[in-house]
């Protein structure tokens, strides 16, 4: 009688029984760990410092078990990760120090971390005390997942499963040499394949994506049933049954919200804006039903702005020894400039700022035509001393440089491609230069977040050339705007001619669509086309190239032109000011 009343007590708190979750996702950080910008020597209103505090103040928290994800894109940004990337691998990583000390207990690899290469993630990797997780990115060699596929997290009698996912389009932007013995699985394939382990394997009361990729699957033209979407986090939810929080990266969008699956069960959809300014989080509360004899849960979605919550002191004062080495590095006086440079210059025309990257370019590789596009839209490198910090604003990404080949025809019709998506076709001089996203009614369409009007495409896909002289016509349709009259020294440009020409490793393996959409070219031929490599990223280079010149004559070359000059200068007055102001 007395084991019978025992079992009946414990069925009765069983049956009561509520176990409170908080999951916290961190993603795109790029390197923002201090509240300082060392690129731009000033304060920062966002850390993973002031995340830590947010995450600390959760765990306090009678009965909440806190879990702390990322979700990718933390090892590319600020210097301070470029300098333990590239500048310290003799020394333990200051992510793998922080992201161990925060305790974090599960991860998943994102784009730009794959980007740092292999002696750099895979050391990573040994130095995490928590797995990083990509089930779709597989050892071509074993047919196994090369990272850690999903972890298994049990708290009260609870058991939650992570899967982890990558964007499947890292061949499309990255070298080969950087994910050399890895093939990347289309995301919805990989999630049901893993899905159907886990489910069979573990049985999960919660089952939770963490995914580097973003909602919109139409991005880039893209489409529902388009094979290895770059952005396929919301398709993985409507069609992968089993899900019940999908967390979010890649996009910076600040995602909160419910989404159906084939079943008609809700899924809740989550993601940062990145940059550590904000947090997405999941409150779960697991309620078993002894009916069932199953859990049972409640999900509520929120994104906390990290700017509300000081940085952690305990934080601060621990890593102080990087923060200082960082500051010491960028602060490194590397050359003299002859003029102020500004990248929101090159998103009108020919321009200080992209001719230099391209005079580099060119002088490094020896090829008769550079190609490049401005990589931040609004940054200054001031006239007189730089130093190593400017070369993120100069160039903001680690990729390579590329030689590659392309006829005289190629070349223009990638040319086509870039102010195709790049600069209106302009009726008359009242019409806009730019090309910018408009509703049906033809009016702009505004972001909430700069508080200016979207461009229809990247800016950091508008590419000049340098090596020719040519003319821009927006008064003509796509297709028909290019006019290249030669080559600037003088030599005859002949479209059924071979040419060398310097890209970066982004768009010389596809990134931007240009070779492929505008040039032609298959994107599994591309690698045909690569003379040869850098072994190091651009900004090294640039900054070599700046330390033996000592001072830099900043000169424009004014190689391409748009026309009508009336109209071109009428639409640049009229964008600038709307963009940038006065």
Same mark, same amino acid.
């Given at each position: 009688?007395?084991?019978?009343?025992?079992?009946?007590?414990?069925?009765?708190?069983?049956?009561?029984?509520?176990?409170?979750?908080?999951?916290?996702?961190?993603?795109?950080?790029?390197?923002?760990?201090?509240? %300082?910008?060392?690129?731009?020597?000033?304060?920062?209103?966002?850390?993973?410092?002031?995340?830590? /505090?947010?995450v600390k103040q959760e765990r306090e928290k009678e009965h909440m078990h806190?879990?702390?994800?990322?979700?990718?894109?933390?090892?590319?940004?600020?210097?301070?990760? &470029?300098?333990?990337?590239?500048?310290?691998?003799?020394?333990?990583?200051?992510?793998?120090?922080?992201?161990?000390?925060?305790? %974090?207990?599960?991860?998943?690899?994102?784009?730009?971390?794959?980007?740092?290469?292999?002696?750099?993630?895979?050391?990573?990797?040994?130095?995490?005390?928590?797995?990083?997780?990509?089930?779709?990115?597989?050892?071509?060699?074993?047919?196994?997942?090369?990272?850690?596929?999903?972890?298994?997290?049990?708290?009260?009698?609870?058991?939650?499963?992570?899967?982890?996912?990558?964007?499947?389009?890292?061949?499309?932007?990255?070298?080969?040499?950087?994910?050399?013995?890895? &093939?990347?699985?289309?995301?919805?394939?990989?999630?049901?394949?893993?899905?159907?382990?886990?489910?069979?394997?573990?049985?999960?009361?919660?089952?939770?994506?963490?995914?580097?990729?973003?909602?919109? &699957?139409?991005?880039?033209? !893209?489409?529902?049933?388009?094979?290895?979407?770059?952005?396929?986090?919301?398709?993985?939810?409507?069609?992968?049954? =089993?899900?019940?929080?999908?967390?979010?990266?890649?996009?910076?969008?600040?995602?909160?919200?419910?989404?159906?699956?084939?079943? =008609?069960?809700?899924?809740?959809?989550?993601?940062?804006?990145?940059? !550590?300014?904000?947090?997405?989080?999941?409150?779960?509360?697991?309620?078993?039903?002894?009916?069932?004899?199953?859990?049972?849960?409640?999900?509520?979605?929120?994104?906390?702005?990290?700017?509300?919550?000081?940085?952690?002191?305990?934080?601060?004062?621990?890593?102080?020894?990087?923060?200082?080495?960082?500051?010491?590095?960028? /602060?490194?006086?590397?050359?003299?400039?002859?003029?102020?440079? /500004? /990248?929101?210059?090159?998103?009108?025309?020919?321009?200080?700022?992209?001719?230099?990257?391209?005079?580099?370019?060119?002088?490094?590789?020896?090829?008769?035509?550079?190609?490049?596009?401005?990589?931040?839209?609004?940054?200054?490198?001031?006239?007189?001393?730089?130093?190593?910090?400017?070369?993120?604003?100069?160039?903001? %990404?680690?990729?390579?440089?590329?030689?590659?080949?392309?006829?005289?025809?190629?070349?223009?019709? %990638?040319?086509?491609?870039? &102010?195709?998506?790049?600069?209106?076709?302009?009726?008359?001089?009242?019409?806009?230069?730019?090309?910018?996203?408009?509703?049906?009614?033809?009016?702009?369409?505004?972001?909430?977040?700069?508080?200016?009007? @979207?461009?229809?495409?990247?800016?950091?896909?508008?590419?000049?050339?340098?090596?020719?002289?040519?003319?821009?016509?927006?008064?003509?349709?796509? =297709?028909?705007?290019?006019?290249?009259?030669?080559?600037?020294?003088?030599?005859?440009?002949?479209?059924?001619?071979?040419?060398?020409?310097?890209?970066?490793?982004?768009?010389?393996?596809?990134?931007?669509?240009?070779?492929?959409?505008?040039?032609?070219?298959?994107?599994?031929?591309?690698?045909?086309?690569?003379?040869?490599?850098?072994?190091?990223?651009?900004?090294?280079?640039? @900054?070599?190239?700046?330390?033996?010149?000592?001072?830099?004559?900043?000169?424009?070359?004014?190689?391409w032109k748009v026309v009508p000059d009336d109209w071109y200068k009428a639409?640049?007055?009229?964008?600038?000011?709307?963009?940038?102001?006065d």
């Amino acid at each position: 009688m007395k084991k019978i009343f025992t079992l009946i007590l414990l069925l009765v708190s069983l049956n009561a029984q509520t176990v409170t979750f908080k999951l916290i996702e961190t993603s795109d950080i790029h390197g923002q760990i201090f509240p %300082y910008d060392f690129i731009n020597d000033q304060p920062a209103q966002n850390s993973l410092a002031q995340i830590y /505090s947010y995450v600390k103040q959760e765990r306090e928290k009678e009965h909440m078990h806190v879990i702390l994800l990322d979700n990718g894109d933390i090892l590319q940004g600020q210097p301070v990760v &470029y300098y333990y990337n590239f500048e310290r691998p003799d020394t333990t990583h200051i992510l793998s120090s922080i992201m161990n000390f925060m305790k %974090y207990d599960a991860a998943t690899i994102g784009n730009h971390d794959i980007e740092a290469g292999h002696p750099v993630y895979d050391k990573l990797v040994d130095e995490f005390n928590f797995p990083w997780l990509a089930a779709n990115a597989v050892n071509k060699e074993t047919g196994e997942p090369y990272f850690q596929p999903y972890t298994i997290i049990e708290k009260d009698g609870v058991k939650i499963a992570v899967l982890g996912l990558i964007t499947p389009h890292i061949p499309h932007w990255l070298p080969e040499k950087i994910w050399e013995g890895m &093939y990347f699985e289309d995301m919805i394939e990989s999630a049901q394949k893993w899905v159907d382990v886990i489910t069979e394997k573990e049985n999960p009361d919660l089952l939770v994506g963490l995914f580097h990729a973003g909602v919109d &699957y139409t991005y880039n033209k !893209a489409e529902a049933d388009t094979y290895k979407n770059e952005n396929a986090s919301l398709l993985v939810a409507q069609q992968v049954e =089993g899900f019940d929080i999908i967390f979010v990266g890649h996009d910076h969008q600040g995602w909160n919200k419910f989404v159906q699956n084939k079943s =008609g069960k809700d899924v809740l959809i989550l993601g940062t804006k990145g940059y !550590a300014s904000t947090v997405a989080e999941a409150l779960v509360e697991m309620n078993f039903n002894i009916e069932s004899g199953n859990w049972e849960s409640t999900l509520t979605g929120n994104v906390i702005e990290t700017k509300d919550y000081k940085p952690d002191e305990e934080f601060i004062n621990k890593f102080n020894y990087a923060y200082r080495q960082t500051k010491n590095y960028v /602060s490194k006086p590397i050359g003299i400039f002859s003029k102020t440079i /500004s /990248s929101n210059d090159a998103l009108f025309g020919d321009a200080d700022f992209s001719d230099l990257i391209h005079s580099i370019q060119l002088e490094l590789t020896g090829a008769d035509i550079s190609f490049t596009a401005p990589l931040s839209i609004n940054s200054e490198i001031k006239e007189g001393e730089v130093y190593v910090r400017d070369m993120f604003n100069l160039y903001k %990404y680690e990729n390579l440089l590329y030689t590659i080949e392309l006829s005289g025809k190629e070349i223009k019709d %990638y040319l086509e491609y870039s &102010y195709s998506i790049w600069f209106n076709e302009m009726k008359n001089q009242n019409d806009h230069l730019l090309l910018f996203e408009q509703d049906e009614k033809g009016d702009l369409i505004w972001s909430e977040r700069s508080n200016t009007p @979207m461009l229809k495409n990247r800016y950091y896909n508008f590419d000049t050339a340098e090596g020719i002289d040519y003319i821009v016509d927006v008064s003509k349709p796509v =297709g028909e705007r290019i006019t290249i009259k030669g080559f600037s020294d003088g030599r005859v440009f002949d479209e059924s001619s071979i040419y060398t020409v310097a890209v970066n490793s982004y768009r010389g393996n596809g990134g931007g669509n240009h070779l492929t959409n505008g040039a032609g070219i298959e994107h599994n031929k591309l690698s045909e086309r690569i003379i040869n490599s850098t072994e190091k990223d651009l900004r090294y280079y640039l @900054m070599k190239w700046i330390e033996n010149k000592g001072t830099v004559i900043i000169e424009k070359s004014d190689n391409w032109k748009v026309v009508p000059d009336d109209w071109y200068k009428a639409g640049c007055e009229k964008d600038r000011k709307i963009l940038f102001g006065d």
